[in-house]
DNA sequence: TTGCTAAACGGAAAGCAATTCCGTATACTA
DNA sequence: TAGTATACGGAATTGCTTTCCGTTTAGCAA
């Protein structure tokens, strides 16, 4: 769980000067760990009341700690929000393997990209923080990818080989297509969303039967 | 143009005379109307610079006129936001009926939503605040949509009529859909933008001759 | 257990950008 | 040309993020 570190540092370079084995940076203090893990569950909550934009003394507040505490392991406002979403894209990959062990290939991916739908649209705010240009975002795309990338890659895999899709999109591409549509417009809500996927996905049985055999 | 009138009010009527009826607005002194294009103009500009979240001053001062003076105009800052997106809108939404006026259907309608993917890639930073969940842009997607929808209905009307395009899908839906892909993924441009509408074509177009003859 | 020290804490203060206020300047009208 | 509503500029206010630093505490060794 990538979030638990923060983003304080811990380098993964150890710079070994002491002899003892690299990459051992010192573990951290038992109660620090415990207020990292306040903190994430009151950004969470305060991100879901107050949207994206919740003071940071709100989120220190709610997790029982001082707003010093809160910038020691998150410097930045910003790198609070990504640890919270990368949090929630872990969970969502977990499910996703599960889903994939219980139904057939088309169903399957069909099934997960309704559910990371669904997911999605519980982010809102944080989606929006995605799009922002602000530079502290720019990791955050790259490990969206890399979890779920590979996960919806061998979905997508399954159901070409069963001829249900046709071959030639790329896990990556769909990955942020769905993304993209599951963003809340106007007063639509997640039906909106839903809508739009299933086009895309008929757009992937498009020509399908022409690979087939 | 609705953007010069900026948010101070100043509805749309105008004439009334001396002792006239109610709500005769009374016109903008010309220095107003002469600053409130010089900020539209310079808030553009600032935006493509420095982002949509350009400071204030630095928009007033490219204006050559004081904060106070900005402010006067577009009493919160995304009132600012708002009306150069409009101006935008309003530039699409004429290239559109010229477009359509020089197609086929089924042409027209791939071409224009491809203009209207560039023209939103152009926008970047300014498409994210749609999705920002501030009130401030709440009238903004109502804005879009009559503004586009009924060119992008007609359009669809047309090459749903030729039988290029299944029936089924509303314009609202349409813009939304595309304007969403259009956003700025990772490291990924225009293309995939391009790509990505293309397969909402497709899907489109997947059954079409079902609904034939 | 006790003592020591690096690590972590809390919250006051500093830094910044948005927004408000208000005295001054100016475009219109009579 | 004078009178007045409008509009102007920028200093002051406000609210939030981020930094600083004296105080507290967990973890370790004797």
Redesign the pocket.
């Known amino acids: 769980m990538a979030g638990n570190t923060a983003s304080t540092g811990v380098d993964s370079a150890g710079s070994a000067t002491s002899g003892g084995p690299v990459g051992a940076p010192?573990r951290?203090?038992?109660?620090?760990q415990r207020?990292i893990d306040s903190l994430l569950e009151a950004a969470k909550a305060a991100f879901g009341t107050s949207g994206v934009?919740?003071?940071?003394?709100e989120i220190a507040d709610l997790a029982?700690?001082?707003?010093?505490?809160l910038?020691?392991?998150f410097?930045?406002?910003?790198d609070l929000v990504v640890a919270v979403i990368q949090r929630d894209i872990d969970a969502c990959a977990d499910a996703a393997s599960t889903l994939s062990a219980a139904n057939e290939p088309g169903v399957a991916l069909a099934k997960w990209l309704f559910r990371y739908t669904e997911f999605l649209a519980t982010k809102r705010g944080l989606a929006a923080a995605l799009h922002s240009g602000d530079p502290a975002f720019d990791a955050l795309p790259g490990y969206f990818f890399e979890r779920l990338g590979p996960v919806l890659g061998s979905l997508l895999e399954a159901a070409i080989a069963s001829g249900e899709i046709r071959a030639g999109i790329s896990p990556k591409d769909l990955l942020y297509a769905v993304a993209n549509l599951s963003l809340p417009v106007a007063d639509e809500g997640v039906a909106y969303s839903q809508r739009m996927v299933a086009l895309l996905i008929d757009g992937l049985r498009y020509g399908a039967e022409l690979q087939r055999s």
Chains 1, 2 share one sequence.
Do not use: E
Request: a positive charge; charged letters at 30%; zero cysteines.
């Open positions: 010192r951290l203090r038992s109660d620090a207020n934009d919740a003071p940071a003394k029982g700690v001082g707003v010093g505490t910038y020691r392991h410097p930045q406002r910003s």
